[in-house]
């Protein structure tokens, strides 16, 4: 099981990365097209860890309680939070993208809380899920 879940994280990391690559195309219509692509990227890697804290999180016992279900959790209510907080977090950067200060404060931001999710991720497969009742 670990093995398929570091497949896909750097399969989901590689992804990233071609999004940040440089573009092909000389002729870009948008001369930050590589600060566009990174924050882009950023992105990505902010969904896939949480994605991947979620995976790893997953019928265990959820130690925040805004996160746990009823039964003390990670489930469909954490999951659905995670995914109401994410939305939070890319609505004002879809708003202001294109101002390119604040687009790489975002990318930065981004990065940063990719890597405390991905931290978390790499904590939790050291947690053994519960027994079944």
Same mark, same amino acid.
């Not at 990174?38 to 979620?54: E, N, P, R, T």
């Not at 954490?78 to 200060?101: C, D, R, T, Y």
């Given at each position: 099981?670990?093995?398929? +879940?570091?497949?896909?994280?750097?399969?989901?990391?590689?992804?990233?990365?071609?999004?940040?690559?440089?573009?092909?195309?000389? $002729?870009?219509?948008?001369?930050?097209?590589?600060?566009?692509?990174?924050?882009?990227?950023?992105?990505?890697?902010? %969904?896939?860890?949480?994605? %991947?804290?979620?995976?790893?999180?997953?019928? *265990? $016992?959820?130690?925040?309680?805004?996160?746990?279900?009823?039964?003390?959790? $990670?489930?469909? *209510?954490?999951?659905?939070?995670?995914?109401? +907080?994410?939305?939070?977090?890319?609505?004002?950067?879809?708003? %202001?993208?294109?101002? *390119?200060?604040?687009?790489?404060?975002?990318?930065?931001?981004?990065?940063?809380?990719?890597?405390? $999710?991905?931290?978390?991720?790499?904590?939790?497969?050291?947690?053994?899920?519960? *027994?079944?009742?």
């Amino acid at each position: 099981m670990r093995s398929v +879940i570091a497949k896909a994280a750097a399969a989901l990391l590689i992804s990233g990365c071609a999004l940040t690559a440089p573009a092909q195309n000389a $002729f870009s219509a948008e001369p930050d097209s590589s600060g566009k692509r990174l924050w882009i990227g950023s992105m990505v890697a902010v %969904f896939a860890a949480s994605g %991947f804290d979620a995976g790893t999180s997953w019928g *265990k $016992f959820e130690s925040n309680p805004l996160l746990a279900s009823p039964n003390g959790r $990670f489930g469909a *209510k954490g999951l659905s939070i995670k995914l109401g +907080i994410g939305a939070a977090l890319v609505a004002p950067q879809l708003l %202001f993208h294109k101002h *390119k200060q604040v687009r790489t404060e975002f990318t930065i931001t981004n990065l940063a809380t990719a890597g405390v $999710f991905t931290g978390v991720a790499v904590h939790n497969l050291g947690i053994a899920p519960p *027994k079944n009742p």
